[in-house]
């Protein structure tokens, strides 16, 4: 291994490591190469607290349409990851915990929701203690609002975004 590249992936790190290595200066794509599906800018942000869709459009190179999948995906998949925790927990499982949550900081960062990614953050490093699960009851009722909310957010955005294309 000659170098990394850490998740969230920054495209800018990423171009900037592969120029690095890569050994011809045609390997790299212009501009002009750019797929018809995205789009050089952001849509317009909503003024969301818990949403920035501009460091998510960022992650996912301005694509309008794939961040609306992995909104949506989010949406249905990790509702319920405050519950999946806490029954991994109360059974004892903490990597099963820590794994949700590690899943959970990382699919947040990359979707620009910060305040979610620090609450997984804070649940993955607890649950690698194996801090007891009754010390943990705050923390999930904190991971469970905040899941709420985003993906009512998410809603709205979308919303939003499919009004603009």
Same mark, same amino acid.
């Given at each position: 291994?000659?170098?990394?590249?850490?998740?969230?992936?920054?495209?800018?790190?990423?171009?900037?490591?592969?120029?690095?290595?890569? +050994?011809?200066?045609?390997?790299? +794509?212009s501009e002009e190469t750019a797929t018809p599906e995205t789009t +050089?800018?952001?849509?317009?942000?909503?003024?969301?607290?818990? !949403?920035?869709?501009?460091? $998510? %459009?960022?992650?996912?190179? $301005?694509?309008?349409?794939?961040?609306?999948?992995?909104?949506?995906?989010?949406?249905?998949?990790? %509702?319920?990851?405050? /519950? =999946?925790?806490?029954?991994?927990? *109360?059974? $004892?499982?903490?990597?099963?915990?820590?794994?949700?949550?590690?899943?959970? =900081? $990382?699919?947040?960062a990359t979707l620009g929701m910060e305040a979610l990614r620090a %609450? *997984?953050?804070?649940?993955?490093?607890?649950?690698?203690?194996?801090? +007891?699960?009754?010390?943990?009851?705050?923390?999930? *009722?904190?991971?469970?609002?905040?899941?709420? *909310?985003?993906?009512?957010?998410?809603?709205? !955005?979308?919303?939003?975004?499919?009004? /603009?294309?």
């Amino acid at each position: 291994m000659n170098d990394f590249v850490a998740k969230p992936v920054v495209p800018e790190h990423l171009l900037a490591v592969l120029v690095r290595w890569l +050994p011809q200066k045609d390997a790299i +794509p212009s501009e002009e190469t750019a797929t018809p599906e995205t789009t +050089p800018t952001p849509t317009q942000d909503t003024g969301s607290s818990l !949403i920035n869709q501009t460091t $998510g %459009l960022k992650f996912l190179n $301005g694509n309008v349409a794939s961040y609306r999948r992995f909104l949506s995906r989010f949406a249905e998949t990790n %509702l319920s990851d405050a /519950d =999946k925790i806490q029954t991994a927990l *109360a059974a $004892g499982d903490y990597v099963t915990a820590e794994r949700i949550a590690h899943s959970l =900081k $990382g699919i947040s960062a990359t979707l620009g929701m910060e305040a979610l990614r620090a %609450l *997984a953050q804070t649940l993955e490093k607890k649950s690698n203690e194996r801090v +007891p699960a009754t010390e943990l009851v705050t923390d999930l *009722a904190s991971l469970r609002e905040m899941l709420v *909310a985003v993906c009512a957010e998410i809603r709205i !955005i979308k919303l939003k975004l499919s009004e /603009d294309s």
